[in-house]
């Protein structure tokens, strides 16, 4: 990686970092407290969140029939994806303690704060928990097989790829084979601890 493209990349995250503040200034208004890692809100916000939560019967009143006859279907996926956590769990185990990487945090990937949400009845609150795990569960996936292909085939492909894991930007050029063997054993030994 060139020192042109490093500083497209610094610029980058810089500006990420900026949006981030701008989202937090944006959303201020909300007020909640982040204690020991659980959301708290004043106990009026709480409360007037809780007098816009739509109740059961209405809820299911508006929920289309097929969207309900598609839930089993929806929820039954929970059982691959506790078993993929667990493969994840013993594959980062195994391999990343041979490979001497440094592990991927879990917790980094999986959040479930939507419940303290006063707005949210019990089938919502169950659907946001379903969405976060199996979204935090992909992202963390791909942070491990991120991190196995760093060390294993760190090379960028041809085609552009809609979405990158945070090693990516490591990845050597597609095609460049001097630089391949070069830069193969120094990106090795700089992605283990």
Known sequence: MNDKIRELIEEIDSMKLKLAEEIDKQESHISYEIKNGYV???????????????????????????????????????????????????????????????????????????????????????NCLYCSYFNGLMQYASAIAGRT??????IKHAKKVVSQHKFYEEFLSYGDEEEYQKKLKELRKHSQK
């Open 40 to 126: 708290t809100f004043e106990k009026e916000v709480l409360a007037k969140q809780r007098e816009n939560m739509k109740n059961l019967l209405s809820w299911f009143r508006e929920v289309p029939l097929l969207h309900l006859f598609t839930a089993p279907l929806i929820y039954a996926m929970v059982i691959p994806a506790i078993m993929f956590d667990v493969l994840l769990f013993v594959y980062q185990q195994v391999a990343f303690r041979v490979f001497k990487f440094e592990f991927i945090k879990r917790s980094d990937y999986m959040h479930f704060d939507h419940h303290y949400l006063g707005y949210l009845n019990i089938i919502e609150k169950l």
């Open 149 to 154: 292909e760093l060390f294993f085939c760190p």
